[in-house]
Nanobody
Framework: QVQLVESGGGLVQPGGSLRLSCAASGSIFNSYAMGWYRQAPGKQREWVATSLRDATANYADSVKGRFTISRDNAKNTLYLQMNSLKPEDTAVYYC????????????WGQGTQVTVSS
């Protein structure tokens, strides 16, 4: 099973930018899709963005136009470029691997904390 390690989070002011990374222990070439998810205190985990095998990207309405998901298969790494950050983006961000049925196939990592505050 693929192991995932998220990094790149931190404290940023509203309107600022961050780039998150998700390093996979194994190859992601054959993964149907990879995605970013986030969980704020007291709330359930929510979907943020998905990158399909052919690099087609999909985004939640709340981040569309501000976030960009991408992958580097050679480095087995998934990225999330976050621009124009808002306080409501504050959460722990996680990545995972999905099969063709939409089920998660990797263990959840520790995530990386993103805090947007002035």
């Amino acid at each position: 099973q693929v192991q995932l390690v998220e990094s790149g989070g931190g404290l940023v002011q509203p309107g600022g930018s961050l780039r998150l990374s998700c390093a996979a222990s194994g190859s992601i070439f054959n993964s149907y899709a990879m995605g970013w998810y986030r969980q704020a205190p007291g709330k359930q985990r929510e979907w943020v963005a998905t990158s399909l095998r052919d690099a087609t990207a999909n985004y939640a309405d709340s981040v569309k136009g501000r976030f960009t998901i991408s992958r580097d298969n050679a480095k087995n790494t998934l990225y999330l470029q976050m621009n124009s950050l808002k306080p409501e983006d504050t959460a722990v961000y996680y990545c995972n691997v999905l099969n063709r049925y939409g089920a998660f196939t990797a263990s959840w990592g520790q995530g990386t904390q993103v805090t947007v505050s002035s």
